[in-house]
């Protein structure tokens, strides 16, 4: 059954928020030529970033809508998620991807969500 993992997290203190949005740039193709994309259990991969900028616009226009701490999110959909798990090797994500993610994320910030869409549009 597909599956949504939405991974919500903060840039890791001492780095602004360019060097984050940077930094994570350069870091997903390493993630995306990791061989659970190649090997098709990973269908859909969305990175978002928060804009410091429209978030401060946010507060300024409805001071009673708190806009979210967290600086970016990645969202997955997999085929399952025994399937992907079963095909995550540990060893590649380390070579590829654990630096930038050790030097750009605050570790103790992250939140995962699973599930499913009950409803999409269009």
Do not use: W
């Amino acid at each position: 059954m597909p599956t949504t993992i939405i991974v919500l997290f903060k840039r890791r203190p001492g780095i602004t928020n360019e060097e984050f949005i940077n930094g994570c740039n350069t870091a997903v193709p390493q993630f995306q030529s990791m061989g659970v994309f190649n090997q098709g259990k990973i269908t859909r991969f969305n990175k978002f970033h928060v804009s410091l900028e429209q978030a401060k616009q946010l507060s300024s226009l409805k001071p009673d809508v708190a806009a979210s701490s967290f600086d970016a999110m990645v969202e997955l959909e997999v085929n399952s998620i025994q399937e992907f798990i079963g095909n995550f090797d540990q060893s590649e994500y380390l070579e590829k991807v654990a630096g930038a993610q050790q030097k750009l994320i605050d570790p103790s910030s992250l939140q995962v969500m699973i599930g499913g869409y009950d409803v999409k549009f269009p």
